[in-house]
């Protein structure tokens, strides 16, 4: 039977997890949803099948731009990242399947956010183990202006049109089975949006090759001139590293604190004489890059290079950039160095690794040149955290998928002023890659079985109760030596002790036949005998000639 217009069934999804009056349900890792779905038929409806699902998707698209009109159009990407199904229990429905008129059924269902994707979900060639553990980690809701919310406040997530990733809580009902198409035929289909942060925890540092396999520089030389047509006064060298991770407050929390974190930049001026001063510093601008790549074919590794995503007909490249400070750098204060004059240019730059605070020096340095050095302490504030931002931006946690990737850079820009004003003050610029993490819900717990739980209580009652710690036993304790070890010397008996191993404070009653009995022995190798200190209380002194 084909139900058409109202005479198809109407859903609902209720949640009962403290979020049914929230615009948007927002949850991160192992959160639980739960809720009920309820079916109300407006006339007799013969239900075959009820399914009802929590599932996530990414979905991209790039448009192709070509010379002749035959090369226009667009391909498309999709990824399925997971698909959970609420089991219904036997007797929710009749025996004949039917549900009468205007009796409205109710099917509750209850699910976690997952840890990560199945391995199905990723199954296509990579570059190494690294990027495919990245490509089954959960990508943040992202692409949809609906859910980009932030507290009770819509905000924009920085994401191209052409890139979504949606949640949902789905409910579908089926009557009847296509046989050729070997599918079901649904007769009602609701899904309800849900927001999805999930906890990323810091990771490593990056590996950056410095501009030639990447799009980062952490590391800049330039030749600072006292004039236009005059010679240069000295190298300016900045180089920097790459800072702790900008870690987001729980999704659900109250009154969160700003995230901010501190890169340090450090600088170091080598003069060209004994006479030329370092040049005064002037300012120095933050900025945050946000990059949105994404392909109509999985990636392969980790994406840092943009220039490959451009002109592309398989991938794209979208680009926000943000100002974040502008800061008066004038008291920052050079301290000298002087170098020995037998310092070759690779004791310098061991130097330089030993101690963090200085920059391994230029190309163009001198053995035994005096150098100056400073250092500044950038802190960087992502803005509209904190209640009351008037920011519209929403920032989410670093994250690759095989389809679609969110990279964030630093980029630092510093300016310095030279003897003479007449000239443009030089610039200095660095991009430090910059990772944004998450932190997890503090009431989310794995769902365990009983086998699982009780192994767990096990471990943590064996951690925090430790066993007593007893005396070894007397089997153990009866020979202050043990035979065998050394074999006797030709002609010698070997003496076993027969005292108790010594106390706290025991008193030897000589040291005559303690000798004896270590002289029996035969030392080992060739070596001479040590020399034993016996003392007539305490321990005995052991030393070695």
Partial sequence: MVYRGKEKPSLEITLTDGQQNAFVPQYTTLDEIKGFVTITPHVETKIDQILVTFEGFVKTYVEKVGTASATNGRTEGFREIFRLTQPISEGTTSASGKMEAGKPLTVPFEFAVPIEALPKCCQHPVENEAVRRAHLQLPPTLGDPLTAVWGKSMKDDMAPDMTIVSYSVRARLGS?????????????????????????????????????????????????????????????????????????????????????????????????????????????????????????????????????????????????????????????????????????????????????????????????????????????????????????KIFLPTFHTCLLARVYALDFHLTCRTPSASITMPEMHLKLPIQISAAPSPDARPNLSEGEARAIARREAAESHPGNVALPSPAYTEQDQLPGIFPPSPGKEETTPTSRSPGPGTVYPGPVEFRRSVESFETPRGLPPPDYNIQTSGRPNVSTP
């Fill in 176 to 392: 009847g089975y296509d046989d050729k198409n070997k599918r079901w035929i649904w007769i009602a289909d609701l899904s309800r949006k849900v927001r999805v942060v999930p906890a990323v925890p810091e990771h490593p540092p990056l590996a950056v090759l410095d501009g030639k396999q990447d799009d980062y520089k952490l590391r800049k030389e330039k030749s600072i001139k006292k004039g236009t047509f005059q010679k240069k006064f000295g190298t300016l060298v900045m180089e920097s590293a790459q800072p702790p991770s900008l870690h987001l407050p729980p999704l659900r929390a109250e009154n969160p604190c700003p995230v901010t974190t501190m890169a340090k930049i450090k600088l170091r001026f080598e003069p060209a004489s004994a006479e030329d001063q370092p040049p005064k510093l002037s300012s120095l601008v933050s900025k945050l890059k946000v990059a949105t790549f994404f392909a109509t074919k999985p990636m392969r590794d980790i994406p840092s290079r943009s220039s490959e995503f451009h002109y592309s007909s398989d991938k794209g490249l979208y680009v926000e950039s943000l100002l974040l400070s502008s800061r008066c750098v004038e008291a920052v204060a050079w301290a000298k160095h002087t170098s020995p004059p037998t310092s070759s240019h690779q004791d310098l730059s061991r130097l330089s690794i030993l101690d963090s605070s200085i920059p391994a020096p230029s190309e163009f340095y001198r053995e035994g040149q005096d150098y100056y050095t400073a250092r500044i302490l950038a802190p960087v504030t992502l803005p509209g955290i904190v209640e009351g931002d008037t920011n519209h």
